[in-house]
Nanobody
Framework: QVQLVESGGGLVQAGGSLRLSCAAS????????MAWYRQAPGKQRELVAS???????NYADSIKGRFAISRDNAKNTVYLQMNSLKVEDTAVYYC????????????????WGQGTQVTVSS
């Protein structure tokens, strides 16, 4: 019902920058929260940043001040600007969107992207 296409991952040297994008398409009434998660080898998936439909943001302490989440509601797209990247940021990054499927839906549903690899080299 909802497809998320991620892009922008890749290999970058420590201190460099990347910008991740995640575009939602398919059938849904509206998007509420949008978020980025990541999962490093041997680690649990963790929330990196989230943004509400009215622009309120939340960041993990580990990336606060270095990453910025934003969204373009007209394009149904969420972005993650990643600056001052560290080796510890190496992970698969997943976007996640919370949607209301129809105008009459009483519950919201969560959809996940396929993940994009971010590798930071020293």
């Amino acid at each position: 019902q909802v497809q998320l296409v991620e892009s922008g991952g890749g290999l970058v040297q420590a201190g460099g920058s990347l910008r991740l994008s995640c575009a939602a398409s398919g059938s849904f009434f509206s998007i509420y929260n949008m978020a980025w998660y990541r999962q490093a080898p041997g680690k649990q998936r963790e929330l990196v940043a989230s943004i509400t439909d009215d622009g309120r943001t939340n960041y993990a302490d580990s990336i606060k001040g270095r990453f910025a989440i934003s969204r373009d509601n007209a394009k149904n797209t969420v972005y993650l600007q990643m600056n001052s990247l560290k080796v510890e940021d190496t992970a698969v990054y997943y976007c996640c969107v919370q949607v209301q499927r129809t105008w009459s839906s009483q519950t919201q549903f969560q959809y996940w992207g396929q993940g994009t690899q971010v590798t930071v080299s020293s």
